[in-house]
């Protein structure tokens, strides 16, 4: 159902039982699955191509002008896959120059006020709350929660069942499985009850524990450290994901565990 209140272009391609709800606008450009919601007053720019029971709700902006001052009105595109759900006043940056595309998975959850920057890439599960900012060329990798007013600083990666404290402002990759606290941004524990909610093993649990015993918490530096894990854990994908995110960092790691902190 297309509200006679919207305006929807006649070049866009939407999908079957689209509900589009009164003074939402949809540009030209725009691809939209089925059975999407896009909610009252949201935008859908060009460049939008978007999933499946997807919901947009109220004033949300996907595929938004990149907020880069070296964007020069370059044809690019925001895809958004299946299933997510896009709250209130949510901003999503089309890409620039620098990959064409800014990227979200499926299943994600997206609270009100969220902003994600141009050529981001955030992955599938993720959680991302009130008023996190995610600057330009950012990667999310699957199943990571972001409290809020979180921000994360351009180029930064974060490894897939990350958790990151509500009010951190991140500047330095986070690795897999790993908990960062918001007041000193080090290392604060694995994230247990995530990974036990998601079906890992309490045995495979127990390894990313170890090897995240000794990457942080052992005083070795993050190479020797990685060396150390391949000696002592077990092979794993989980392990080999860990120790590939840390040696291929670009930005450095989030800093080891100090003592007098507890772990979460």
């Known amino acids: 159902m297309i509200s006679p209140l919207a305006y929807v ?10 509900t ?4 939402a606008c949809i540009a030209g450009d725009v691809v939209i699955g089925d059975d999407c919601w896009i909610g009252p007053g949201a935008v859908i720019h060009d460049g939008a191509r978007i999933g ?10 996907v595929s938004c002008l990149p907020q880069d001052l070296k964007f020069d009105g370059e044809v690019t595109t925001c895809q958004i896959g299946d299933c997510n759900d896009i709250r209130e006043y949510v901003t999503i940056s089309r890409g620039t120059k620098s990959t064409g595309t800014t990227i979200v998975g499926d299943g994600n959850l997206l609270m009100a006020y969220v902003h994600v920057g141009h050529d981001c890439v955030v992955g599938s599960h993720c959680v991302i709350a009130n008023r ?13 929660v972001i409290g809020g007013h979180a921000a994360i600083h351009q180029w930064t990666r974060i490894g897939a069942h990350a958790m990151i404290q509500g ?5 330095q990759d986070l ?10 941004l080090r290392f604060a524990g694995i994230n247990k009850i995530g990974l036990s909610r998601r079906g890992f093993t309490p045995e ?4 990313i524990h170890e090897a995240c015993r000794i990457l942080f918490q052992s005083g070795l530096n993050y190479l020797n450290g990685c060396s150390e894990v391949e000696r002592s854990v077990p092979q794993s994908p989980e392990r080999d994901y860990l120790l590939e995110f840390i040696r291929s960092s670009k930005r450095g790691i989030i800093k080891p565990y100090a003592s007098g902190h507890r772990e979460a």
């Open 204 to 207: 495979r649990i127990a390894e």
């Open 132 to 144: 996190v900012s995610l600057a330009g060329e950012v990667h999310v990798d699957d199943w990571v």
């Open 167 to 171: 009010g951190a402002l991140l500047g």
């Open 20 to 23: 589009v709800e009164p003074f």
């Open 52 to 61: 499946k029971k997807c919901k947009i709700h109220t004033a949300a902006s």
């Open 9 to 18: 272009h006649p070049d866009a391609k939407l999908g079957a039982n689209v």
């Open 175 to 184: 690795p897999p499985f790993v908990i960062v606290r918001n007041d000193t």
